[in-house]
């Protein structure tokens, strides 16, 4: 049995606080034996991201257990128009990886919440002992009130356009789009740090001695969280 963890920080419109979180949340699971795969900074892409969660599937065995922890934005565009038969659904949930900005009709950068279900579900037929911990917000136009002062929306808005051709690329390209669980995987933790339409939001630190204290040493000052 190993211990894999595959830790993702985006830097699309980057807050302090990701960075604290995604170093506390290494901290805590080298000290209980996981082996680390970072997926940070430039290199946090779309395709970057997807391809390290691909090779984090391949390498999993059965008895692994097995941790994926994104921290950075998160978007949700709601569908205006939405009927049960649109060929939109009511919410796209979506991470924006650094490279989120470049997103246009024809090339969305981000990563839908359809297409991380579909990675999961592939992670969870190689093992069933799999922890998803998602750090970040899932709400349309991202805005961070207060916490900093100069925190910035996130963009580009998603048009139908780009969001209806993503989908239309799952259903083609995996067979398993139709079958997800309606109400989440089964064979999987799952830790949001907010609800399909809530924000999170940034807290302040304890001191770095109290940190300290409890086996924590954080590279900055002032934030944790997203």
């Known amino acids: 049995m190993a211990k894999r963890a595959l830790i993702i920080r985006a830097d699309y419109e980057p807050l302090a606080g990701?960075?604290?979180?995604?170093?506390?949340?290494?901290?805590?699971?080298?000290?209980?034996?996981f082996e680390i795969e970072w997926c940070e900074g430039p290199g946090a892409t779309r395709a970057g991201i997807l391809h390290a969660y691909d090779g984090l599937i391949r390498r999993a065995?059965?008895?692994d257990a097995v941790v994926i922890y994104y921290a950075g934005h998160g978007g949700l565009t709601t569908n205006q128009t939405y009927t049960p038969d649109a060929d939109l659904?009511?919410?796209?949930?979506?991470?924006?990886?650094?490279?989120?900005?470049?997103?246009?009709?024809?090339?969305?950068?981000g990563i839908s919440a359809f297409e991380l279900s579909l990675q999961l579900a592939a992670l969870t037929?190689?093992?069933?002992?799999a922890t998803v911990i998602l750090e970040c917000c899932f709400a349309a136009?991202?805005?961070?009130?207060a916490e900093p002062a100069n925190a910035t929306r996130v963009w580009p808005t998603l048009?139908?356009?780009?969001?209806?051709?993503?989908?239309?690329?799952?259903?083609?390209?995996?067979?398993?789009?139709e079958e997800l669980e309606?109400?989440?995987?089964?064979?999987?933790?799952?830790?949001?740090?907010?609800?399909?339409?809530?924000?999170?939001?940034?807290?302040?630190?304890?001191?770095?001695?109290?940190?300290?204290?409890?086996g924590i040493d954080l590279p900055e000052s002032g934030w944790i969280g997203g």
């Open 89 to 109: 659904p009511r919410y796209i949930q979506n991470i924006c990886p650094t490279d989120y900005g470049s997103t246009c009709d024809d090339d969305f950068r």
């Open 182 to 214: 309606l109400t989440g995987n089964p064979h999987a933790v799952r830790v949001a740090a907010a609800g399909q339409t809530q924000s999170a939001y940034q807290v302040a630190l304890s001191s770095a001695g109290d940190l300290r204290a409890v």
């Open 141 to 145: 136009q991202l805005a961070r009130d």
């Open 61 to 63: 065995g059965p008895d």
């Open 159 to 177: 048009t139908r356009v780009v969001l209806t051709r993503h989908l239309q690329e799952l259903r083609e390209r995996s067979r398993d789009f």
């Open 125 to 129: 037929r190689k093992t069933k002992h």
């Open 18 to 33: 990701f960075h604290n979180s995604a170093a506390c949340i290494d901290q805590l699971l080298s000290a209980r034996g």
